[in-house]
């Protein structure tokens, strides 16, 4: 444990990395379906995959399983590149893309986005490695490469053809290019407190694309994502996630504490706004480790309350391809800022908002409310309004809960602007939020940090 302790950063990460890919492959074939783990894996290759594809559905346990370790095993190797040096953005990227890999990514629809960061790099001159985490955001718009791939410009999927092969490497490569800008340009516009950086150029760019492929040259709207995609979660989901996602965090807790983590260690970073931080570069590794197992735990064990709690559902309903990827997807941002204390008001504000609106609808006649906290598109919009947390961790915890509330809102509204081919739908959400919210709290706001200072001085 001494060596593992003394490792540097980015050593740290990518063995983080390696890890975290194994036990999905591990898993894979240990799954109940595992005889179809490769005709399932082939047709998740080979499938249209808009939000929310259901890969537990679409392709079986075995083979979603083996997706996400082949994803995370080609983003490993995205980050061994010449010029790569994992940071806390690179833990972002990495577990964002993995938790797509259940319910959208692929190693097929990676491909032409990263070929355009590859071209990017040729032409600035830059090494590969340089732009390793631009090339893992860039896969966010994955469900309109597959779409191109194998069902452009007609209303039914067609399978592999050359004029959508044509159209996804050159849509593809077109946006992976132009990215890196939007990268760097992207913190400005939010100012730091949307986690999901790389949701905002990702998102314009899908929302343009939408507009240009559909509503102009077709004229009319992206197909409607298929039913047997969206099967219901079932109890056998329910034991797959929670035991696969509590073990993996509890060995994180297990390995922090055996590096020497403390509650001291750990509790000095719970007490971080979470605003522009990186975990690993201020606090270590280990108390990194430990929040991952901690922030993890917490997040499953959200999931399964907000299904308990909803009239509309059971704990069984809140899992699918979908809300275990989401899990990993939450827990990105655990390097980058977020930990159970700026977290939890983001998640006391959805389950407000829903049980507000969802007795306000009933006033209108509404028999069951759509949007419960129990909901699958409200549980997964909550990983996304997590981006918030720094929103929470700077002005305090009422207005993080009035963050979560308001993303609790817009976010199930959102695809229809992008046409569900932008897996960053709620960090995009969390964006638009910030656009609206932060330019108050800097008028009319103090910070904690302002009040605590102010009350000082009295």
Known sequence: MKKLKNMTESSFLKLFFLFVSVCFLVAAPIMPDRASMFTGFAKILTSTCKISTNYFALGGFAATFLNMGVVGLFCLALCCLPGAKPVNATTLAFLLTVGFASWGMNVVNMIPTVLGVCLYCLVKKEKLGAQANAMMFSTGIAPLISELL???PNAEAVGFNWLGLGLALVVGIVIGFFLPAGLTHAPAVHKGY???SAALPIGMTAFFLRAVLYNV????????????????PTAEAFWICNIFAAALFMIFIVVSLLMGCTFKDYWNLMKDSGHGVSFTAKYGTAPFLMNAGVFGLMIVAYFNVAALIDPNAAMSTAWTGMTFGIVFC????CNSGSHPRNVLPIMAGYVLFSFVFGWISSLFGVEKFALSVGSQSILIGL???NGLSPVAGKYGFGWGLLAGGLHYLLVSAVPDMHGGFLLYNGGFTAALICLMLVPQLERFCKTKEERKLAKAQK
């Open 217 to 232: 040259m077709l004229g009319t709207t992206p197909a409607k994502l298929e039913l047997s995609t969206m099967a219901a």
């Open 330 to 333: 939450m827990l990105a941002t």
């Open 150 to 152: 194998f069902r452009y």
């Open 194 to 196: 949307d986690h999901y």
């Open 383 to 385: 990983c996304y309004a």
